[in-house]
């Protein structure tokens, strides 16, 4: 039997595993200084939270969710019974309403002190059609401030992470940072009012996926992949001059940081993005090379009423989360590797078996000195030995041979300079520790 991995997911193994681990502490060290401290909420909640946090007619709730049931909730279900709402579960599908959730619960909203600051990493879950840049299992590293309404958060968070994506060498003239703004209470439901109104009066030339928005969620036609919707809804009523008062200077306040730290944006009025819970500021972060259609590397927004709904307290809220396979494809594109090879330090060669169990002891005392070292375990030759040593990519290889044992001494080569010389075995774990600090 083969079993193999579920559609849209992935293994990372070695040099993958370690870009994630590597991108994670980078993202967490950058983010500390700006006050982020690190959360884990369960990679399944109760499908409630996303409902009503992401919200009913979103593509993520309506189509992506893998949903979850405990033993018992199926033994319920096979006996006609109607399950409770803690007993529905789904696998997260993004991090923010677990964060939310999660400050609610735990009574960490500020009372009147500084904001919560929270940063995670890890894996989100959508049932999508998978394709280049978007699976079914994909890893977000995010950040979420709860407790500041100001724009002068919402423009830190950006500049946080367009200097993160500087850091880990996207080139700067490969993304783009569009910005927009969705309104409020006060100022958006006249404007879905205006585009209901406009895809009623376009309906003709709009997908059946819009007309069906119309009532729904109107704003969602904006991200239609049509072309045709596409064309038709550029000439919709733009959200920036639809904004109250409040709105408008919050957006402009936002883009006057962005502008006085350099950071370079474009005002997309139709950027609504894919979750219902934004408010005031949304952005998103694309790529130009080595992506394709699935372009955006990251992207978040202010949140003001999700803390409502999911718990009944009121907080406001900002965040963003990027994705990190679509990351490694555009550091990919750019020549740009987060980790280097994980080259051995020294490898340990027998010549015949007389000497292995000796080879072995001075592996694994290299090893406690905290070297990377290997030796035979297949019993090869010497010479696949050396061979072994070079693909390994070693450093130092340390040759054990009778003659040489019987004098207390070992061979030693460096296998840059191929210069050899012998080292008493009892000095064998210094010599190697010095040679490598020298490297
Ligand atoms: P999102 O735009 O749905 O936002 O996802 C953020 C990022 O996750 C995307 O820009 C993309 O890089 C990556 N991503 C999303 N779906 C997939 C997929 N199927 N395969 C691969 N990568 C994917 C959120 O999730 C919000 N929670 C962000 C946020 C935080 N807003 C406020 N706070």
């Known amino acids: 039997m083969q079993v193999n991995r579920p559609l849209g997911t992935e293994d990372l193994i ?11 502490r980078m993202a967490f060290d950058m983010f500390r200084r700006y006050g982020y401290v690190p959360v884990e909420t369960p990679m399944f909640e109760q499908t409630q939270l996303f409902v009503h946090g992401i919200g009913t007619s979103t593509d993520v709730v309506g189509k992506e969710m893998f949903t979850v049931r405990s033993p018992g909730a199926l033994k319920k279900m096979g006996e006609g019974a109607a399950l409770k709402p803690d007993e529905v579960l789904s696998l997260r599908p993004e991090g923010t309403a677990g964060t939310v959730r999660a400050v609610a619960q735990n009574n960490l909203l500020p009372t009147g002190g500084a904001p919560v600051k929270l940063m995670y990493a890890g894996p989100m879950f959508r049932a999508e059609r998978p394709q280049r840049g978007r699976l079914r299992q994909f890893h977000q590293i995010g950040v979420e401030c709860l407790g500041a309404h100001d724009a002068s958060i ?47 009066a376009h309906s003709e030339d709009l997908c059946d996926e819009c007309n069906r928005r119309a009532d729904t969620n109107p704003l969602r036609a904006f991200d239609c992949k049509n072309e045709r919707c596409r064309e038709v809804m550029e000439g919709a009523p733009k959200i920036s001059d639809a904004l109250c008062d409040d709105c408008r200077e919050h957006y402009t306040r936002f883009k006057r940081h962005l502008d006085d730290n350099g950071i370079a944006y474009e005002e ?172």
């Open 154 to 200: 919402d423009a830190e968070t950006v500049i946080m992470l367009m200097r993160f994506f500087e850091q880990i060498g996207i080139p700067g003239e490969s993304m783009r940072l569009l910005v927009n703004s969705m309104g409020d209470e006060n100022c958006r439901p006249a404007y879905r009012t205006a585009i209901r109104d406009y895809i009623l």
């Open 268 to 439: 997309d009025p139709r950027l609504v993005r894919g979750l219902d819970y934004y408010t005031n500021t949304v952005f998103e972060v694309q790529v130009t090379d080595g992506l394709g259609s699935q372009n955006a590397i990251g992207g978040g927004g202010r949140y003001d009423k999700l803390m409502s709904i999911v718990s009944g307290k009121d907080a406001p809220g900002f965040g963003f989360a990027i994705g990190y396979e679509r990351i490694m494809l555009a550091l990919g594109a750019a020549g740009v590797d987060l980790v280097g090879e994980d080259a051995l330090d020294v490898y340990v060669a027998s010549v015949d078996d007389s000497c292995r169990d000796t080879a072995f002891n001075v592996m694994m005392s290299l090893r406690d000195a905290g070297l990377f070292a290997e030796a035979d375990h297949q019993g090869r030759s010497l010479k696949s030995q050396f061979k072994q040593a070079d693909r390994y990519g070693a450093s130092i290889c340390v040759v054990l041979g009778p003659d040489e044992l019987a004098e207390g001494q070992v061979a030693v080569r460096d296998l840059a300079t191929h210069e050899q010389e012998r080292v008493r075995i009892d000095d064998i774990t210094g010599y190697c520790v010095d040679a490598m600090q020298r490297r």
């Open 14 to 24: 070695d040099r993958d595993a370690r870009s994630w681990n590597e991108m994670q």
